[in-house]
């Protein structure tokens, strides 16, 4: 056993707590997230009596990893009590001045624990981490008041990012503010194509088993990118100069704006740096010198008011003639560049939280690894 490692199993225990008197009717689920999330199941007319009641404070796990790909679903409950299905399993720290429950909740947090679940997971039909292989689990434990400085750290910075994404919420808000000032107050008529505009332009994805065209240095956005920030900074994947030569995307400068057409279709997302696309969106651009932000905040409009129409329908893809069958009102160039000039600032400021917030991930990330040294 490594140095100063300790087995989980001697400061966790099992909780079989049974919702028998159905005095919680609170049902959660536990996502790859690593969070409690609101159940999917249709509980009416369920006898709830069997569900296992989970405690502020316990954890719950579902066993079964082979439906999740790489990651195991395991969370802590911060929230109020709730009940959760008997497939899951509740456990909780049996000494909290031993081991803090939310430094626990850190190593869990970690994909390195992720890979060691997926790996140790046993069975022919359905793959299971066990309560026996948790309990073998190793990790390192240092005194409580070492664990509570790393957890108070942790929560530092997820304070700050999430203080830094509000910021970028209400930036978008005075922008959307800004363009119905400028644009809608006075209800213009829809008269003309969203195309006439803005010019649709394409992308494309070379060969995925030629290892020269990727793994580069180049950006290659694709919807998986689509982040809760307005701007791209980074992508899953990164194309070659020659696997870029060999595509049909060519290298979009920063502020073009992307828009989703399958998979999750109408997402929009500014590119931060210069980064190439998939075929799965489309990039925009304006035409007759329309500038960025305003393609930006008009597209926004547009694909809200798209969604509208559709009642709540889901759109299963956008196609070229969607944007060109669908009407707008005609926007006055001179308009459009003073609203860029007003919002440029704000952009600008929303980019820079954007970066901050990535560099406080990677902070954490750095952290989470750390506690695999110590």
Known sequence: MKERYRLLGDFIQPVDERNKELKVDYLLGVSISKQFIPSIANIVGTDLSNYKIVRTGQFAYGPVTSRNGEKISIALLRDKDCIISSSYTVFEVVNKNELDSEYLMLWFSRPEFDRYARYMSHGSVREIFDWDELCKVELPVPSIDKQRSIV???????????????????????????????????????????????????????????????????????????????????????????????????????????????????????????????????????????????????????????????????????????????????????????????????????????????????LQNALLTLLSSR
């Open 152 to 362: 108070r750290a942790y929560q530092n910075i997820t304070e700050r990012i999430e203080l830094k994404r509000r910021i970028n919420d209400n930036l978008i808000d005075i922008t959307d503010t800004i363009f119905f000032k400028v644009f809608l107050e006075n209800n213009p008529a829809a008269t003309i194509s969203f195309t006439d505009i803005v010019q649709l332009m394409g992308g494309g994805t070379p060969k995925t088993d030629e290892d020269s065209f990727w793994n580069g240095k180049i950006l290659f956005f694709t919807p998986k990118d689509i982040s809760h920030s307005p701007f791209c900074i980074g992508t899953e994947k990164h194309l070659t100069n020659e696997g870029l030569n060999n595509c049909s995307s060519r290298l979009y400068p920063p502020y073009t704006t992307f828009v989703t057409c399958r998979g999750t279709v109408g997402n929009l997302a500014l590119a931060g740096v210069p980064m190439a696309m998939n075929q799965s969106c489309y990039a925009l651009k304006g035409k007759n010198d329309f500038p960025a932000l305003f393609v930006f905040s008009f597209t926004r409009y547009v694909i809200a008011t798209m969604k509208k129409k559709a009642s709540g329908a889901v759109f299963s893809a956008l196609v070229t003639r969607d944007f060109e069958m669908e009407k707008v009102f005609e926007p006055n160039l001179k308009d459009a560049i003073l609203f860029e000039k007003r919002v440029k600032p704000l952009f600008t400021q929303i980019l820079a939280n954007t970066n901050e917030i990535q560099q406080l991930l990677d």
